[in-house]
């Protein structure tokens, strides 16, 4: 079946620093991607998203590349800062009971030092 | 602001018990859905619904039901609870048409003992 998966599960960090979190999928129909964050002890929080007839899209400090060749997701943060600390989850618009229900990524792990 | 409430934030029952988790959103959303989180698996789709009284299946529904009976609310009901259903449980919304835009509870963690 169809798979949304994540490069590396934990991603450390300094503060300052940029990140870049990685995504591959493998569904090369999914139109709609987007980016969760989740903080300990709360539900996933929308960040940002993109559609795939655009390959850069950008946000407050956080900009998402689309590379359709390599179906291929980025999440870049800039300046992470330690409220960044999180799980950040990729989602494509999947087809699991509907063609609307997105297909989630298993997380990665954000650890920003001070 | 809008939110998605779920009831409780823990729970612990018993093997064989009938659980009910409560999620409710005040956005109007027409679409309601629950997910269990798992460390290692990430988030999987137990039941969604479009609309009053409607439900689908997602990609684990074995062991669950639903219930929606007003727009607002969307229950997870646990038959019989078993061990391997302790988990963080996951209620989220979204809007037509873009039912991608969720927005998710805090989460309930159940406990089976």
């Known amino acids: 079946g169809e798979s949304v998966g994540l490069h590396l599960p934990t991603l450390s960090v300094q503060e300052g620093d940029n990140s870049i979190i990685n995504c591959a999928y493998s569904n090369s129909a999914s139109d709609y991607f987007i980016w969760y964050k989740q903080e300990s002890g709360k539900g996933p929080q929308f960040i940002i998203d993109i559609r795939s007839n655009m390959d850069k899209r950008q946000g407050q400090r956080v900009t998402v590349l689309l590379n359709k060749t390599v179906k291929h997701l980025s999440l870049q943060i800039a300046a992470t800062q330690p409220g960044d600390s999180a799980v950040y989850f990729c989602?494509?618009?999947?087809?699991?009971?509907?063609?609307?229900?997105?297909?989630f990524g298993r997380g990665t792990s954000l650890i920003v030092h001070p | 602001d809008v939110k998605v409430t779920q009831s409780s934030r823990y729970l612990v029952k018993r093997t064989g018990e009938k659980v009910f988790l409560e999620c409710v959103q005040d956005?109007?959303?027409?679409?309601m859905f629950w997910y269990r989180q798992d460390p290692g698996l990430g988030l999987r789709l137990i039941y969604f619904s479009y609309d009053v009284k409607m439900k689908e299946k997602g990609d684990i529904p074995e062991g669950y039901s639903v219930s929606r009976e007003k727009k607002e609310r969307f229950s997870l009901i646990l038959e019989s609870a078993s061990t391997n259903q302790t988990s963080m449980y996951l209620c989220a919304s979204s809007p037509r048409p873009r039912p991608v835009g969720y927005t998710f509870g805090s989460g309930t963690r159940l406990t089976v003992v």
């Open positions: 989602a494509e618009k999947g087809a699991s009971g509907g063609s609307y229900i997105p297909t």
């Open positions: 956005m109007d959303h027409e679409n």
